[in-house]
């Protein structure tokens, strides 16, 4: 997991946090995000770390094999079960279990997996011997429980169980300087696949990635990203290789306005620190007052009477 924006450090804080626990985590997220690494990590941060992580992905499973799939089953349970095979529930004894896609999970199967949570017990399709499996249940959704749980399309009990511990992962483009940083770590990554003739991104490409709005989130930027480094030509990615379209070309601020836009900055925040009061605002800036009117005046902040708020009145 890469990344630096305060979205990602708050989720890396919360992975932290409710690895200590040993009850069950719910991973809301959008589809792309990268939830199963976050299930990962969690995993790997807990006591549970050198036992099984064991994943299974819901919507990917046909509601009539779930069932043989989470629980397992005996000899000759159904046509074609020829040997025992253990579930994935069992196969996570003493570790960690990754439902993937919660919220597309059948309700018929739903009701199997809350009795698993409230005993501990599982039993095999065509057994009635139970088994106790530990495992510790880590899931992950993009979809709206509350809202499926309203619409009845999921059970509200089930949801109680699996979301005790909860955390979000961030959309891509939530992750402001993040993108350029992931699209660079996955570059680096295909190089070892690729031709030695890639030498990296164009500036314009750059500009294109951080403009795009990413609603595969990251899934799309590695396809995006593997498509353009096969696509480049001259070693060098493009826009047209990333299949964006490319940005607008922007005039780099000259120093003067850099240094304006710095004291502006530095001037609003004071004021907002210091409730207004110019002497301390003064005093912090290691400015004069009438240095700090003078600069004011420049940048046409005003004090609103009584200290009610500061007033930029720059369009």
């Known amino acids: ?102 919220g597309d999970m059948p309700l018929e199967s739903q009701a199997s997996l809350l009795r698993f949570l409230e005993t501990g017990c599982i039993e095999r399709l065509g057994s009635t011997e139970s088994i106790t499996v530990d495992a510790r249940i880590v899931s992950a959704t993009h979809v709206d429980l509350d809202a499926a749980v309203a619409a009845e399309r999921f059970r509200g009990d089930l949801y109680h169980r699996l979301c005790v511990l909860r955390i979000k992962q961030p959309p891509l483009r939530e992750r402001d300087g993040d993108i350029t940083l992931l699209a660079e770590h996955i570059l680096n990554n295909l190089r070892s696949h690729s031709p030695d003739h890639i030498k990296g991104f164009s500036p314009a490409a750059l500009r294109a990635l951080s403009a795009h709005d990413w609603p595969g989130n990251v899934r799309e930027l590695i396809n995006r990203t593997r498509h353009a480094a096969a696509m480049c030509e001259n070693g060098v990615i493009t826009p047209c290789d990333l299949d964006l379209q490319p940005p607008p070309e922007t005039r780099p601020l000259t120093l003067a306005e850099v240094r304006e836009a710095a004291e502006l900055n530095a001037v609003k925040e004071a004021l907002q620190r210091h409730h207004e009061r110019l002497i301390d605002v003064a005093a912090e800036l290691g400015i004069s007052r009438v240095t700090l009117f003078r600069m004011m005046r420049e940048h046409r902040l005003q004090v609103r009477k009584g200290g009610l708020g500061m007033v930029c009145l720059q369009g």
Request: include cysteine.
């Open 1 to 102: 997991m890469i990344g630096s924006c305060a979205a990602m450090q708050s989720l890396f804080r919360g992975i932290e946090k409710v690895s200590r626990w040993d009850t069950p985590v719910l991973i809301a997220g959008e589809s792309g995000t990268g939830k199963e690494l976050a299930a990962q990590a969690i995993h790997r941060a807990s006591r549970r770390a050198g036992q099984p992580f064991v994943a299974v992905n819901c919507a990917a499973i046909p509601p009539t094999l779930l069932m043989s799939e989470l629980f397992g089953y005996e000899r000759g349970a159904f046509t074609g079960a020829l040997k025992r095979k253990p579930g994935r529930i069992e196969m996570a004894h003493g570790g960690t279990l990754f439902l993937d896609e919660i």
